[in-house]
C-alpha cells in the first residue's frame, strides 16, 4: 500500500484534562503564528508573547474546550460556550486532515442536544481560509462588525449555522 492510499486516523474528540493545558496552548501559538500574526501589526504581536496570552486563556478556560486527538497526539481543540465555539485551533501539522470538522461536529451535536438551534462562530475578515472551511459546513455570515485581537481593533465576521433537529 503506498502512502497516499493509507487512510487517514479519525480524530476522536474528548474533553479537555487539565493536563492538557500546556499543549493547548503550544498549539494557540502555533495558530498566531502562521494566521494572525502575518496579518496584525507588529505591536499586536509583540503584545501576544509578551502577556502569554495562550497560556493565560488556556489557563482560564481549558475546562471548557473540546480537544481533538489523532492517535495519542493533540491536533487541535475548539472552546465551547453556550450556542458559539468561541475559538477553534488546529495545529498547522495537522491542517487538512478532518480536525476542524470533527471538532465543529462535536459542537453543533453537544449544542443541539442542550436545546440550541443554532452555533455561531467569529472569524477574522482576513482569514478566508476560516470562511471557505465554515461555508463549506453550511455556515452563512450574518454579520461584520470591529472585533478586538490582543487590543488591536480588526474587521470580523460572524458565522452562523441554523442545527437540525
Not at 494572525?36 to 502569554?52: C, I, L, S, Y
Not at 440550541?116 to 471557505?132: K, P, Y
Request: charged content about 25%; proline content about 4%; glycine content about 6%.
Amino acid at each position: 500500500m503506498t502512502l497516499a492510499a493509507r487512510s487517514k486516523p479519525k480524530p476522536m474528540i474528548r474533553d479537555a484534562r487539565e493536563g492538557d493545558r500546556r499543549r493547548l496552548a503550544e498549539i494557540m501559538n502555533a495558530t498566531w503564528r502562521e494566521i494572525w500574526a502575518p496579518h496584525m501589526p507588529g505591536e499586536a504581536d509583540k503584545a501576544w508573547r509578551g502577556n502569554t496570552i495562550a497560556e493565560y486563556f488556556v489557563d482560564q478556560l481549558w475546562t471548557g474546550c473540546l480537544v481533538a486527538m489523532v492517535e495519542d497526539a493533540i491536533a487541535g481543540f475548539a472552546l465551547l460556550s453556550e450556542d458559539e465555539v468561541t475559538t477553534l485551533h488546529v495545529d498547522p501539522i495537522f491542517k487538512r486532515q478532518g480536525i476542524g470538522k470533527a471538532l465543529m461536529m462535536e459542537a453543533e451535536t453537544r449544542v443541539r442536544s442542550q436545546g440550541h438551534q443554532r452555533l455561531r462562530i467569529e472569524a477574522e475578515a482576513f482569514n478566508t481560509d476560516a470562511h471557505a472551511f465554515y461555508a463549506a459546513l453550511g455556515y452563512v455570515e450574518t454579520r461584520r462588525f470591529t472585533g478586538n485581537v490582543v487590543g488591536f481593533a480588526t474587521p470580523c465576521l460572524e458565522l452562523v449555522k441554523t442545527l437540525k433537529r
